[in-house]
Nanobody, 125 residues
Framework: VQLQACGGGLVQAGASLRLSCVAS????????MGWFRQAPGKEREFVAA????????DYADSVKGRFTISRDNAKNTVFLQMNSLNPEDTAVYYC???????????????????WGQGTQVTVSS
């Protein structure tokens, strides 16, 4: 599966952004999807993930209550709605996919086989 993320940009603290990630292929609903981010000089970290059906989600503590992950399987798209952004959210955001058969935590980045190219989010204070 190929992933294409978009929707990043430069915003002020307190603003909102919605990231989108479009997947190729016909079996999008069979993939668990995740969003990760990587700030300069830091490791890539888990942000949020969603099951193939959309019925299960997980969030990093740092974004819980501010970010919402969702998906539209008819449009092969996963979204990340980001509200109340702060400068600490500045990073390149990546979408990722793994098999829907995978059993275990959503959080390990090594469990994702497919990655998009990333979209830059910059939050100014």
């Amino acid at each position: 599966v190929q992933l294409q993320a978009c929707g990043g940009g430069l915003v002020q603290a307190g603003a909102s952004l919605r990231l989108s990630c479009v997947a190729s292929g016909r079996t999008f609903s069979s993939y668990q999807m995740g969003w990760f981010r990587q700030a300069p000089g830091k490791e890539r970290e888990f942000v949020a993930a969603i099951s193939g059906s959309g019925g299960n989600t997980d969030y990093a503590d740092s974004v819980k209550g501010r970010f919402t992950i969702s998906r539209d399987n008819a449009k092969n798209t996963v979204f990340l709605q980001m509200n109340s952004l702060n400068p600490e959210d500045t990073a390149v955001y990546y979408c990722a996919a793994r098999s829907g058969d995978y059993y275990g935590s959503y959080r390990p980045k090594a469990s994702y086989a497919y990655w998009g190219q990333g979209t830059q989010v910059t939050v100014s204070s």
